[in-house]
């Protein structure tokens, strides 16, 4: 008993006597609403200054986070159609090339090639 050191016996004595009162507070109800209601508050208080911040980024004429965010996703869903009409012309092409004739290049191929315009979001 003499090995250990002063110092971890304090400590060993001190958890022994605050571990289970700790304990009882955490597993009680007031901790878990209390908790729940400081999640609520927070979540609250950060979406009102996240509106807030937008709001003078855009009164200064600069995009807010939540542009950056939705340009993004446009940027991927772009990307996405411009890789599979890219796809679409080289199996048009392929076909082409294989066949030796222009029966890959009917007008539906043709039109189905064609980028289609963006809907509107509104």
């Not at 796809?87 to 004739?101: K, N, P, T, Y």
């Amino acid at each position: 008993m003499n090995d250990i050191h002063p110092l971890r016996r304090a400590y060993d004595a001190a958890e022994r006597e605050v571990a289970p009162r700790v304990e009882s507070l955490l597993r009680s109800g007031e901790f878990t609403a209390t908790t729940t209601w400081i999640t609520k508050v927070r979540r609250r208080i950060g979406r009102g200054i996240a509106a807030a911040s937008a709001d003078i980024w855009h009164l200064v004429n600069l995009p807010a986070g939540t542009d950056v965010k939705r340009l993004r996703n446009q940027v991927g869903s772009l990307d996405r159609e411009v890789r599979q009409l890219r796809l679409h012309l080289e199996r048009i092409r392929h076909a082409q090339f294989d066949g030796g004739d222009n029966s890959g290049t009917t007008a539906d191929s043709e039109r189905s090639a064609r980028p289609r315009t963006p809907r509107s979001r509104a």
